[in-house]
């Protein structure tokens, strides 16, 4: 997968990027970089689809949404180890890998995505000497039916200990062999208006 979002290690948020930590290229990584596009917007309108839609998809039942949780308790500590044999645990490796963020060489406002195959991003993944904590910042929604499920967060990214961005996750899972695994990965990355939490 690509990792989460722009993570930037400089003396001051914004600016010139000296040295450069992208998050997208250890959690979920090297993807060429794309504008939004209708691809995207696709994505973004079945995903709203799925948690409005009261006939299609049912609030989990207490058991699959502890499991799901599960699940994403283990994808956020695989974050932190950074090991590849830890994600092919957790998710299919035909499934995607999408983040959206601003685009540093496009208008203000003006988005930038990131997509990969699973496998592809691990086989880039590469340890470092930096520690990584991914952690939610509110109660995730999860929505089932049947063997599928969506899980919708806000989530908080830090870096060595200091606070790097925030956004959102959408993760599409799929229960094999009665077992929930990771099918497409997405996120937002948010520098501003961020909820966070106490230092770790």
């Not at 496009?106 to 930038?112: A, D, R, Y």
């Not at 990214?157 to 996750?169: K, N, T, Y």
Request: one cysteine or more; charged letters at 30%; proline letters at 6%.
């Amino acid at each position: 997968m690509q990792t989460r979002g722009d993570k930037w290690l400089e003396s001051e948020r914004g600016g010139e990027h000296t040295e450069r930590v992208d998050a997208d290229e250890t959690r979920h990584l090297p993807a060429e970089p794309r504008n939004l596009n209708m691809y995207a917007t696709k994505t973004l309108c079945l995903i709203s689809i799925l948690l409005l839609a009261p006939d299609f998809a049912a609030a989990s039942p207490a058991s699959e949404r502890e499991a799901i949780l599960a699940v994403m308790a283990q994808v956020f500590a695989a974050v932190a180890s950074k090991k590849p044999e830890d994600w092919r645990a957790l998710q299919l490796a035909e499934g995607t890998t999408l983040s959206f963020r601003p685009d540093p060489n496009g208008e203000p406002g003006e988005l930038e995505m990131r997509m990969s195959r699973n496998e592809e991003t691990l086989a880039g993944l590469e340890d470092d000497s930096h520690e990584y904590l991914e952690r939610w910042t509110g109660k995730p929604t999860v929505l089932t039916r049947g063997p599928i499920a969506v899980v919708w967060g806000e989530y908080e990214f830090w870096i060595d200990g200091a606070f790097s961005h925030c956004g959102v996750d959408a993760v599409d899972l799929v229960k094999i062999d009665g077992e929930w695994k990771v099918a497409n990965f997405m996120w937002t990355v948010e520098k501003e208006n961020c909820p966070t939490g106490p230092k770790p």
